[in-house]
């Protein structure tokens, strides 16, 4: 939730995945909002759609105290030089994809990442590709907290811009305070609530999914 100010000739007047999507030209345009209630060293998870223009650089979203510098405390999810998503802290320990990688021009991608918080310095990091889980339980990077300051949430550029500038479309970006239990074929757990018997389904797939005969 929450207000995104669009800098420099970000805009949502172009089609996204679902309605209209943020365009960033990769040279100075991205959003950029408040903080919320999110504690990078505890569970998360990540979501997006992303349709970009340009392989090979970008980053698609960081929260970081936007003071040039980032540290283990900030966080970097953004596309590689040889078409690999990556998710970093600062000090430059990344969690990287070795295959399905995203790798073609005006595409759309669903990417998602989930984070397991252990203990300081043990973390453990999924990373999705269009509903396919290409990392698991990898154990870097690690984040030790959130940053200090004034913290911000970016989207299609950084703290100190290592990834790049977005050129593209995103879309559907999500962000919850804790770990998705599956992101398969498109249908996500969200949340289980053992006082109800109830279980909260998220479909991220590109059509209605008929979920007659799955037993829960």
Request: glycine letters at 12%; proline letters at 1%; charged letters at 25%.
């Given at each position: 939730?929450?207000?995104?100010?669009?800098?420099?000739?970000?805009?949502?007047?172009?089609?996204?995945?679902?309605?209209?999507?943020?365009?960033?030209?990769g040279s100075g345009d991205y959003a950029t909002g408040s903080f919320g209630s999110i504690n990078l060293a505890s569970?998360?998870?990540?979501?997006a759609w992303i349709k970009p223009a340009t392989i090979g650089q970008g980053t698609i979203f960081s929260i970081s105290n936007s003071d040039g510098n980032?540290?283990?405390?900030e966080l970097s999810i953004q596309l590689g030089a040889s078409d690999e998503l990556q998710i970093c802290e600062g000090t430059g320990q990344c969690?990287?994809?070795?295959?399905?990688?995203?790798?073609?021009?005006?595409?759309?991608?669903?990417?998602?990442?989930?984070?397991?918080?252990?203990?300081?310095?043990?973390?453990?990091i999924d990373i999705y590709v269009n509903n396919?889980?290409?990392?698991?339980?990898?154990?870097?990077?690690?984040?030790?907290?959130t940053p200090?300051?004034?913290?911000v949430i970016e989207i299609g550029t950084g703290d100190?811009?290592?990834?790049?500038?977005?050129?593209?479309?995103?879309?559907?970006?999500?962000?919850?305070?804790?770990?998705?239990?599956?992101?398969?074929?498109?249908?996500?757990?969200?949340?289980i609530v053992p006082s109800t018997d109830t279980v909260h389904i998220y479909n991220a797939?590109?059509?209605t999914i008929d979920l007659t005969g799955i037993k829960l």
């Open positions: 939730g929450g207000t995104l100010t669009k800098v420099d000739g970000a805009n949502t007047d172009s089609a996204g995945k679902m309605g209209n999507g943020l365009t960033l030209d569970d998360w998870s990540f979501e980032e540290d283990n405390h969690s990287t994809t070795t295959g399905d990688r995203i790798g073609t021009e005006d595409t759309w991608y669903h990417i998602a990442v989930t984070h397991d918080f252990i203990t300081i310095f043990s973390d453990n396919k889980r290409v990392v698991e339980n990898n154990a870097f990077p690690d984040f030790v907290g200090s300051g004034s913290i100190d811009d290592n990834g790049g500038d977005f050129d593209g479309i995103i879309d559907d970006l999500r962000m919850l305070n804790y770990q998705k239990m599956a992101f398969a074929g498109g249908i996500m757990l969200n949340k797939a590109e059509s």
